[in-house]
């Protein structure tokens, strides 16, 4: 069993969040903290919000006092009514979302399904459809959506369907590429002159590639984008004993991990592919996780402890090793780092886990216990001023203002310097 090194933390002593309801105005200003409020970035959290006589905890995250929120820093920039009366959203963590400094909201309902920016309407479908996918890049909003059972999906750019298959299926590691167009992957049942089977595509705002992969790979777990090329996470019909990776541009085959019960899924859409396995090995009856890069493993243990929020670092993988038992803690694994995260906390889901290009942490904490929600920055712990689930942990990058340019000139008569502010 390895030995996970517990970081010493302290609890801040002043909330730096504060639920704002209607009838009450936003606090007094304050000094953050400096790794809040760092030079170029603005912090945003989303998370569901319930009143302090509602213990989510017990009785579940359906309320409908409960309130969808936004803060950025300090600043509460929406807060959302998830009655169901109300229609602008709902207690389900996984249909809100943060994009482009927006608050993007799902509801369903008898009249179908409405997606609210900020508590306003924003698109509706008359039938019951589930986001997989929002992008507001500031001038235009490119959603990806699923049919109701996973059978079939639209893909919108505002109010336009760019893309739709009544019988496609999505796979979950969704993209954007270098045009900031969704990317995708999917896969339809269509007729041979042998039977029915598998067809999968790729796709954009622009085009879709059909992708020939060998009849023998099957099932398929999986795709990523390599280049001009496509890699499959697959078993080989010939080879049931492993899981493969497959190269759709030299035909290469590579094993990563001998069969066993359960699955694999990929964690990111290009390459180098980020795959997250939980197993039980047939030899050895054994649980075992693990999360690869490019099929070697960077993060295993054994158990069916939670992969959550896993990125990318560099040759490296960062993210949190979420525990299934009530009295568990969450590990933040980076490198040969391990942040063993506050007892009483968990990391809620894959969204409320931000790590950078260089390995450095934000993440959001859901008390176990109905409290107030915590905010981990790099080892620095923030009480966040309301009591519910944080939904997702975002940073988004700060507008830079403008040097105001000064001239510096001398007036004859007074002989001194004078600094004039062009209008």
Known sequence: MKKWIIAALALSLQGCFTIVTEDKGLPEEEKLPDYLTPENDITVVTGLAYPEDTDWSLTGL????????????????????????????????????????????????????MLTRNGEDALWFKDIKYPVKILDDGTRLLTLWENEGGNGFVAMKNEEIIRSDPSGTLFRNVGVDENGNLCYFY????????????????????????????????????????????????????????????????NKHFTFMPKGEGGVAPLSFDAPSLISCCVKFNFSQKEWTAVMLDGYVREDWDGNDYAVGFHRVDEFVAGVRKSRHKDGRDILLRRSARDTLPKGYTVFCDEAVCIDREGHAKIGLSSKTGGKALLWSDGEIDTLGFRGIVTGVHMLEREKKEEVQTIRTTKPTEGRNHIFTPS
Do not use: W
Request: hydrophobic share 30%.
């Open 62 to 113: 359906d309320s409908p006092r409960a309130r969808v929120v936004m803060y950025m820093d300090r600043e509460l920039k929406a807060n959302v009514s998830a009655d169901p009366a109300a229609g602008k959203a709902c207690c389900d963590p996984y249909m809100h979302f943060h994009s482009g400094g927006q608050l993007y909201c799902v509801n369903h309902s008898d009249n179908g399904t």
């Open 187 to 250: 896969s339809t049942q269509v007729k041979t002159s042998s039977g029915i089977r598998p067809q999968y595509f790729y796709a954009n705002s622009e085009e879709v590639i059909q992708m020939d992969l060998p009849k023998g790979l099957n099932p398929v777990y999986g795709l990523f984008k390599n280049g001009e090329s496509f890699i499959a996470i697959c078993q080989n019909e010939e080879n049931k004993s492993s899981f493969e990776l497959y190269n759709t541009l030299d």
